[in-house]
């Protein structure tokens, strides 16, 4: 089990028409004729559960069983945890009687796999649809402020999912001093 937190605060400010500029941004309040002011807030929770099983039998045939559920504050209520499974299996031909006393080939195994991943790779809020307020100057009395839409609203925002497969072998000759190893994905 995993948990993980980000927040984060910032604060924007433009200004210009400095009298003394020997301090630049660290004294940003000395600027006569003031651009932009904006400041906001940032945060996001993940949550993850992993489990795996590993079977072997005869040391020939070999499974492996993992699932990952990934719950993220980014998404919206209904589609917060994602579930992402995989499964591979191994089988290990040299240790096959036929194969068992091969003097040249030293290791060949096949291999199968296939797993779902997901991707929680976007902004904090995206769920959500969020104001922004806003204000600009014009002049040093002159400001004006206002307010309006900064993202829409998407309650169905999930988790978005690949599915990769995977095939391939390892073949070891001569005590294992040659070694091919080939995947298809």
Excluded at 77 to 103: D, H, V
Aim: hydrophobic share 40%; charged share 20%; glycine share 8%.
């Amino acid at each position: 089990h995993m948990l993980q937190a980000y927040k984060n605060q910032f604060i924007f400010a433009a200004t210009s028409k400095f009298d003394d500029n020997r301090l630049g941004f660290n004294a940003i309040q000395a600027g006569a004729n003031k651009t932009l002011l904006f400041n906001g807030t940032s945060s996001w929770q993940l949550e993850s559960f992993l489990g795996r099983v590993n079977y072997s039998l005869k040391d020939k045939y070999l499974l492996t069983l993992s699932s990952r559920v990934d719950g993220s504050s980014k998404f919206g209520s209904s589609n917060r945890y994602g579930l992402f499974p995989s499964a591979a299996f191994a089988w290990t031909l040299k240790e096959e009687e036929f194969l068992k006393n091969s003097r040249i080939l030293s290791d060949l195994k096949l291999r199968m796999s296939y797993g779902v991943v997901g991707n929680e790779g976007i902004p904090p809020f995206s769920s959500l649809g969020l104001l922004e307020t806003t204000e600009a100057y014009f002049g040093e009395n002159n400001i004006a402020k206002g307010s309006g839409p900064y993202t829409r609203q998407n309650a169905n925002l999930k988790w978005e999912t690949t599915a990769q497969s995977n095939i391939g072998f390892d073949l070891g000759l001569i005590a294992n001093r040659i070694n091919i190893v080939a995947d298809v994905y």
